[in-house]
């Protein structure tokens, strides 16, 4: 398997663009999670989703952070409009049976 | 509610020398304990858990964790550090009954002089 597939790696946009962050979850994963990392606030949970329902979103910042997974093997994390402060490291991560997450390599946001 | 404490930033140690990174955990029912590390630049990568059983949990790359209910720890500890143990290390919690919602530490950041 090749782990949790993010893309992209890094993205470098201007403030007020719409930016949109993929996953693709470990095959048979039945739980996908997306983190955000930063220096001050280090590792927040974003939202969770379980058998691709949404289960938990109270840690989306703000309205203009938005979440979906259409199906198993795929999710996204879109950010309209984007500002500076949303300037981190986001991380995907999925489990299945044994409890353990797997990370993918995270996407670095950078917003000017 | 669940939550995790790692009072330590940074703990600094010689190579050869053992290492303990700190821990302790606060939730409602018999937890599910994990550490985690990551390298510059990396995911977070899974070290161990603990589930059930026995207390001393031994992990990847000769580390090894005690789960200490009385003291609510969960510390992670290595006979003898290597350089390339250096990194960010995490230790995470869940409720069992929390559907599967982890919660981390603020990380403690492991430096190994040579």
């Known amino acids: 398997d090749a782990g949790v597939i993010q893309s992209p790696r890094h993205e470098v946009t201007e403030m007020g663009q719409e930016v949109t962050l993929r996953c693709k979850p470990i095959?048979?994963?039945?739980?996908l999670f997306w983190y955000r990392q930063t220096m001050m606030r280090g590792l927040e949970l974003l939202i969770y989703?379980?058998?691709?329902?949404?289960?938990?979103d109270s840690g989306m910042p703000e309205d203009r952070f938005s979440a979906k997974m259409p199906n198993a093997s795929f999710s996204t994390l879109k950010i309209q409009p984007s500002e500076p402060r949303d300037s981190a490291v986001y991380f995907c991560?999925?489990?299945?049976?044994?409890?353990?997450?797997?990370f993918g390599a995270g996407s670095r946001l950078t917003v000017l | 509610a669940q939550s995790v404490a790692q009072p330590e930033d940074q703990v600094n140690v010689a190579e050869g020398n053992p290492l303990t990174v700190k821990c302790t955990y606060s939730?409602?029912?018999?937890?599910?304990l994990f550490w985690y590390v990551q390298y510059p630049n990396r995911g977070l990568q899974f070290l161990l858990k603990?589930?059930?059983?026995?207390?001393l949990v031994k992990g990847s790359y000769g580390f090894e964790a005690e789960f200490n209910k009385s003291q609510t720890s969960f510390h992670l500890k290595k006979p003898s550090a290597l350089v390339s143990d250096s990194a960010l290390y995490f230790c995470?919690?869940?409720?069992?009954?929390?559907?599967?919602?982890?919660?981390f530490g603020d990380g403690t950041t492991l430096t190994v002089k040579p």
């Open positions: 995470a919690v869940r409720d069992p009954g929390n559907a599967g919602k982890s919660t």
């Open positions: 095959s048979g994963h039945n739980s």
């Open positions: 989703f379980n058998n691709n329902v949404p289960i938990d």
């Open positions: 603990y589930i059930t059983g026995d207390n």
């Open positions: 991560a999925s489990q299945g049976g044994a409890n353990v997450l797997t």
């Open positions: 939730v409602s029912g018999n937890p599910y």
